[in-house]
Nanobody
Protein backbone atom coordinates (compact mmCIF):
# COMPACT_ATOMS: atom_id res chain seq x y z
CA UNK A 1 0.00 0.00 0.00
CA UNK A 2 1.42 3.34 -1.05
CA UNK A 3 1.49 6.06 1.55
CA UNK A 4 2.63 9.64 1.19
CA UNK A 5 3.50 11.41 4.40
CA UNK A 6 3.94 15.17 4.33
CA UNK A 7 5.73 17.21 6.93
CA UNK A 8 6.57 20.85 7.42
CA UNK A 9 4.30 23.75 6.71
CA UNK A 10 2.92 25.99 9.43
CA UNK A 11 2.37 29.69 9.96
CA UNK A 12 4.63 32.44 8.64
CA UNK A 13 4.41 36.13 7.95
CA UNK A 14 4.28 37.46 4.42
CA UNK A 15 7.75 37.54 2.92
CA UNK A 16 8.91 34.61 5.00
CA UNK A 17 9.90 31.09 4.04
CA UNK A 18 8.66 27.61 4.74
CA UNK A 19 9.47 24.18 3.46
CA UNK A 20 7.42 21.04 3.14
CA UNK A 21 8.53 17.53 2.37
CA UNK A 22 6.81 14.33 1.37
CA UNK A 23 8.09 10.80 1.74
CA UNK A 24 6.60 7.92 -0.19
CA UNK A 25 6.49 4.41 1.20
CA UNK A 26 5.22 1.22 -0.36
CA UNK A 27 6.06 2.46 -3.85
CA UNK A 28 7.37 -0.60 -5.65
CA UNK A 29 8.06 0.98 -9.01
CA UNK A 30 11.02 3.17 -9.87
CA UNK A 31 8.99 4.80 -12.63
CA UNK A 32 7.09 7.63 -11.03
CA UNK A 33 7.03 11.37 -10.69
CA UNK A 34 6.05 13.55 -7.76
CA UNK A 35 4.32 16.89 -7.51
CA UNK A 36 2.78 19.39 -5.15
CA UNK A 37 -0.74 20.73 -5.37
CA UNK A 38 -2.59 23.09 -3.06
CA UNK A 39 -6.16 23.84 -2.17
CA UNK A 40 -7.37 27.04 -0.57
CA UNK A 41 -10.76 27.22 1.18
CA UNK A 42 -13.57 27.34 -1.32
CA UNK A 43 -11.28 26.76 -4.27
CA UNK A 44 -10.35 23.81 -6.41
CA UNK A 45 -7.12 21.95 -5.91
CA UNK A 46 -4.46 23.46 -8.15
CA UNK A 47 -1.06 22.46 -9.46
CA UNK A 48 1.94 24.09 -7.79
CA UNK A 49 5.10 22.31 -8.92
CA UNK A 50 6.35 18.98 -10.18
CA UNK A 51 9.50 17.05 -10.86
CA UNK A 52 9.48 15.55 -14.31
CA UNK A 53 9.79 11.92 -15.20
CA UNK A 54 12.90 10.26 -13.72
CA UNK A 55 13.81 13.50 -12.02
CA UNK A 56 14.41 15.44 -15.19
CA UNK A 57 13.15 18.99 -15.34
CA UNK A 58 10.95 20.88 -12.95
CA UNK A 59 7.66 22.59 -13.59
CA UNK A 60 5.91 25.42 -11.78
CA UNK A 61 2.67 27.27 -11.96
CA UNK A 62 3.28 30.87 -12.95
CA UNK A 63 2.29 32.32 -9.60
CA UNK A 64 5.14 30.59 -7.75
CA UNK A 65 7.93 30.79 -10.32
CA UNK A 66 11.03 32.39 -8.85
CA UNK A 67 9.74 31.90 -5.30
CA UNK A 68 9.26 28.15 -4.88
CA UNK A 69 11.74 25.39 -5.58
CA UNK A 70 10.84 21.72 -5.93
CA UNK A 71 13.44 19.02 -5.59
CA UNK A 72 13.45 15.29 -5.25
CA UNK A 73 15.57 12.55 -3.78
CA UNK A 74 14.89 9.37 -5.72
CA UNK A 75 16.84 7.20 -3.29
CA UNK A 76 14.64 8.35 -0.45
CA UNK A 77 11.50 8.65 -2.59
CA UNK A 78 11.04 12.07 -1.15
CA UNK A 79 10.06 15.38 -2.68
CA UNK A 80 10.65 18.78 -1.17
CA UNK A 81 9.14 22.18 -1.74
CA UNK A 82 11.04 25.23 -0.57
CA UNK A 83 8.78 28.27 -0.45
CA UNK A 84 10.30 31.74 -0.25
CA UNK A 85 8.81 35.23 -0.39
CA UNK A 86 5.50 33.80 0.70
CA UNK A 87 2.32 35.77 0.13
CA UNK A 88 -1.06 35.56 1.86
CA UNK A 89 -2.49 34.10 -1.35
CA UNK A 90 -0.18 31.10 -0.91
CA UNK A 91 -2.26 30.08 2.10
CA UNK A 92 -3.68 26.62 1.43
CA UNK A 93 -3.43 22.97 2.30
CA UNK A 94 -0.51 21.59 0.34
CA UNK A 95 -0.73 18.03 -0.98
CA UNK A 96 1.97 15.89 -2.49
CA UNK A 97 1.04 13.47 -5.20
CA UNK A 98 2.57 10.64 -7.21
CA UNK A 99 1.81 9.62 -10.77
CA UNK A 100 3.03 6.39 -12.30
CA UNK A 101 2.27 7.02 -15.96
CA UNK A 102 4.81 8.97 -18.01
CA UNK A 103 2.13 9.82 -20.55
CA UNK A 104 -0.22 11.59 -18.20
CA UNK A 105 -0.39 15.34 -17.78
CA UNK A 106 1.80 16.87 -15.11
CA UNK A 107 -0.74 19.61 -14.47
CA UNK A 108 -3.92 17.63 -13.88
CA UNK A 109 -5.06 16.17 -10.57
CA UNK A 110 -6.58 13.24 -12.43
CA UNK A 111 -3.11 12.11 -13.55
CA UNK A 112 -1.99 11.30 -10.02
CA UNK A 113 -2.53 7.91 -8.48
CA UNK A 114 -1.61 8.63 -4.89
CA UNK A 115 -2.08 11.59 -2.57
CA UNK A 116 -0.81 12.66 0.81
CA UNK A 117 -3.07 13.81 3.60
CA UNK A 118 -2.11 17.46 3.19
CA UNK A 119 -0.28 19.96 5.33
CA UNK A 120 -1.46 23.46 6.14
CA UNK A 121 0.53 26.50 5.07
CA UNK A 122 -0.75 29.80 6.39
CA UNK A 123 0.78 33.15 5.42
CA UNK A 124 -0.31 36.14 7.46
CA UNK A 125 -0.28 39.66 6.09
Amino acid sequence: QVQLVESGGGLVQAGGSLSVSCAASGLTTSSYAMAWFRQAPGKEREFVAAVGWRGRDTYYTDSVKGRFTISGDNAKKTVYLQMNSLKPEDTAVYYCAVRTSPLSSIWSTSSYNYWGQGTQVTVSS
